[in-house]
């Protein structure tokens, strides 16, 4: 399955965050399934699931993907 997984924000010193928390299931559940796990721009024929670490910041993303997908439309 291809996934897009979206971040909101950056890298804090703490190393706590959105951005870490989507490296971290990227790397180690999503990876490891057989998954491909990209990050945006994204292309509506290669991608099959989208995830939005923060959905209130995410939502033009959410909203290109639902439009771009047959299940959005």
């Known amino acids: 399955m291809n996934i897009?997984?979206?971040h909101a924000g950056a890298l804090?010193?703490?190393g706590l965050g959105n951005r870490t928390t989507s490296?971290?299931?990227a790397r180690i559940f999503l990876r490891q399934l057989g998954?491909?796990?990209t990050?945006?721009?994204m292309k509506e024929a290669e991608v099959d699931l989208l995830i939005a670490m923060h959905a209130w910041r995410?939502?033009?993303s959410i909203?290109?993907?639902g439009?771009?997908?047959p299940i959005g439309r």
């Open 4 to 6: 897009v997984l979206i």
């Open 67 to 69: 439009e771009r997908t």
């Open 23 to 25: 490296t971290r299931w």
């Open 63 to 65: 909203r290109t993907f």
């Open 35 to 37: 998954h491909r796990v």
């Open 58 to 60: 995410s939502e033009a």
């Open 12 to 14: 804090n010193r703490h």
């Open 39 to 41: 990050a945006p721009p």
